[in-house]
């Protein structure tokens, strides 16, 4: 972390209810990513932004949406369409390519 | 399509050991390998990036070597403490792609 923040640490969701996780970081890194990790399952990439107003989709990206309006932000949605959506998320940002890759401190998401 | 591969998945050793952890990965051109320490509930903390050029890096009881032909790295810890108990995760940079992961070997080192 240090220079990431990612709210909120721990968020419920209902059945058929969006929500958004947060991800803000203070480094002036280009790159943003945002992962999922399950248990026995490692991390998983579910989008990644490279330069502001654009973003690539990762390997798991299905019911989830993101956006990267500003430099310093990228907010994550995991909408209703995300049926298994429990699991700990993780933000990670990197200022050029190849260079070390810094992770937010993440959110548990349980759903009710 | 590049796959990274941490053997085994969990360890567990007494204090004061030293010991080796493996990375292995299916596509040797590589930009850069990175190791990573995750402690329960939290996020990543990077430990030792090792560009393709080098073949080693150190940092305090760290040291991560790099084998691009063989498409291996191992990161040997030293005189092992019970603080140095957590996950670590290798990861490999093959350029325009992000980041791909191993799942991580979990660590014990028993007091």
């Known amino acids: 972390d240090g220079g990431i923040t990612q709210s909120p640490k721990y968020l419920f969701r209902k059945e058929g209810q969006n929500v958004t996780l947060s991800c803000e970081q203070n480094l002036n890194h280009d790159a943003m990513y945002w992962y999922r990790q399950d248990p026995g399952q490692g991390l998983r990439l579910i989008y990644y932004s490279q330069i502001v107003n654009d973003f690539q989709k990762g390997d798991i990206a299905e019911g989830y949406s993101v956006s990267r309006e500003k430099k310093e932000s990228f907010p994550l949605t995991v909408t209703s369409a995300q049926k298994n959506p429990t699991a700990f998320y993780l933000c990670?940002?990197?200022?050029?390519?190849?260079?070390?890759?810094?992770f937010g401190p993440g959110t548990r998401l349980l759903v009710l | 399509k590049q796959e990274v591969t941490q053997i085994p998945a969990a360890l567990s050793v007494p204090e004061g050991e030293n010991l080796v952890l493996n990375c292995s990965f299916t596509?040797?051109?590589?930009?850069?390998l990175q190791w990573f320490r995750q402690d329960p509930g939290k996020g990543l903390t990077s430990l030792l990036l090792i560009q393709s050029s080098q073949r080693e890096q150190t940092s305090g009881r760290l040291n991560a070597s790099l084998d691009k032909s063989s498409g291996r790295s191992t990161l040997y810890i030293a005189a092992s403490q019970p603080g140095d108990s957590a996950t670590y995760l290798c990861?490999?940079?093959?350029?325009?792609?992000?980041?791909?992961f191993g799942k991580g070997t979990r660590l014990s080192v028993i007091a």
């Open positions: 990670a940002t990197r200022a050029q390519p190849g260079e070390t890759q810094y």
């Open positions: 596509d040797s051109a590589i930009y850069n």
């Open positions: 990861a490999v940079y093959s350029g325009n792609t992000p980041l791909v």
